[in-house]
């Protein structure tokens, strides 16, 4: 099984809102990552867990904050986001060594009104 | 510090063309190379990879070779469909402090027509 999932696949949310997005994996991968992806652009590195601890944040505003509760589980908890934050985020997994590929989820597409 | 230079898209071809999509990468040492495939609405699937110079990866009729002597990693296939309409991306991994990071490129867009 080389899936990774994420929920919800859509998200719409107000700027006072509070929101999570889930990521899920079951491949005993010891290290997780969150991307976000404009439109036409490649994904940008958001936060990346190894082994359940935070090991880099791409000077991330603190409207985002990760959570990794176990090795198969990632989450990103959201509030007070713009606009601007409105994008594909992406959720990956992989083992912990640079030739091991990144296995991405699906996405989720959130709007910030 | 590494980066990745894809050549700008989109590009069109005419089902059974062959495609070729350019990528080179500036790098220190020597970092495992990808090629990304992201379906119109979805999340990127893996397509191919090489961990070391002159390896080849294939897969679904898709090759690329790591050149090293030329820091390039091109995509190749020799006869492409319509199902291949997509944007591709080629990265590079390095590793940053206890961890791994992916650097992309800017993607291609390649568009199929029958």
């Known amino acids: 099984d080389t899936e990774v999932t994420q929920t919800p696949k859509h998200l719409v949310m107000g700027m006072t809102n509070k929101k999570s997005l889930k990521c899920e994996q079951h491949m005993g991968h010891r290290a997780m990552y969150w991307y976000k992806q404009k439109a036409k652009k490649p994904p940008e590195l958001m936060f990346v867990y190894s082994y359940e601890k935070l090991s880099i944040n791409e000077s991330v505003p603190s409207r985002f904050s990760p959570e990794c509760p176990n090795s198969s589980l990632l989450n990103l908890h959201l509030h007070a986001l713009q606009p601007e934050d409105s994008a594909l985020y992406l959720c990956?997994?992989?083992?912990?060594?640079?030739?091991?590929?990144?296995?991405f989820g699906p996405g989720t597409r959130l709007t910030v009104t | 510090g590494d980066s990745v230079t894809q050549m700008e898209g989109p590009v069109t071809l005419s089902e059974e063309a062959f495609l070729t999509i350019n990528c080179t990468y500036t790098a220190t040492g020597y970092p495992s190379l990808f090629w990304y495939v992201q379906y119109p609405g979805e999340g990127l699937q893996l397509l191919l990879k090489a961990t070391k110079a002159d390896d080849k990866g294939s897969n679904k009729g898709f090759e690329a070779t790591y050149r090293k002597e030329t820091t390039s990693f091109h995509l190749e296939k020799g006869s492409v469909q319509v199902s291949d309409s997509a944007v591709y991306f080629c990265?590079?991994?390095?590793?940053?402090?206890?961890?791994?990071?992916?650097?992309f490129g800017s993607g291609t867009r390649l568009l199929v027509r029958p």
């Open positions: 990265a590079l991994s390095f590793r940053m402090d206890s961890s791994y990071k992916l650097i």
């Open positions: 990956a997994s992989s083992l912990t060594r640079p030739a091991y590929e990144q296995y």
